[in-house]
C-alpha cells in the first residue's frame, strides 16, 4: 500500500502562485513513479507531470511547460507541483497518484491522494 496526501490548495487570484505538496508513505513507495493530475468540473482528468522516484526522470505536458515546475524531496518522501501565474482555467482539483511505471495515463496510476482545490479567482 502507498498512501498520498495533498496538501497546500487554495484560493487564489489570477496572477498568483501556488506550491502543491503530496507526501507518500508506505512500504514501497520508492518503486512507484509520482504523477500530478488536474480535473475541472465537466471535465476530465488531467495529466500534467510524473517523476520516477528512483530515477529522477520525468514526463511533462506541454500545457504545463513555461508555468509549472515539478520537484520531488527524497528526505521528506514529498513531491511538489509549484504552479506561477494562476489563470481561472487552473480551477480544478489536484490529485498526486503513483503509478508502477513513469506514464501520462491516468488509469495506469494505482495509488491516488484525495485531491486538493484550487480556485483562481478573476
Known amino acids: 500500500q502507498v498512501q498520498l496526501v495533498e496538501s497546500g490548495g487554495g484560493l487564489v487570484q489570477t496572477g498568483g502562485s501556488l506550491r502543491l505538496s503530496c507526501a507518500a508513505s508506505g512500504r514501497t513507495f520508492s518503486d512507484y513513479a509520482m504523477g500530478w493530475f488536474r480535473q475541472a468540473p465537466g471535465k476530465e482528468r488531467e495529466f500534467l507531470a510524473a517523476?520516477?522516484?528512483?530515477?529522477?526522470?520525468?514526463r511533462s505536458a506541454d500545457s504545463v511547460k513555461g508555468r509549472f515546475t515539478f520537484s520531488r524531496d527524497n528526505v521528506k518522501n514529498t513531491v511538489y507541483l509549484q504552479i506561477y501565474s494562476l489563470k481561472p482555467e487552473d480551477t480544478a482539483v489536484y490529485y498526486c497518484?503513483?503509478?508502477?511505471?513513469?506514464?501520462?495515463?491516468?488509469?495506469?496510476?494505482?495509488?491516488w491522494g484525495q485531491g486538493t482545490q484550487v480556485t483562481v479567482s478573476s
Open positions: 497518484a503513483a503509478a508502477p511505471t513513469l506514464t501520462v495515463l491516468a488509469h495506469d496510476y494505482v495509488y
Open positions: 517523476i520516477n522516484w528512483s530515477t529522477g526522470s520525468t
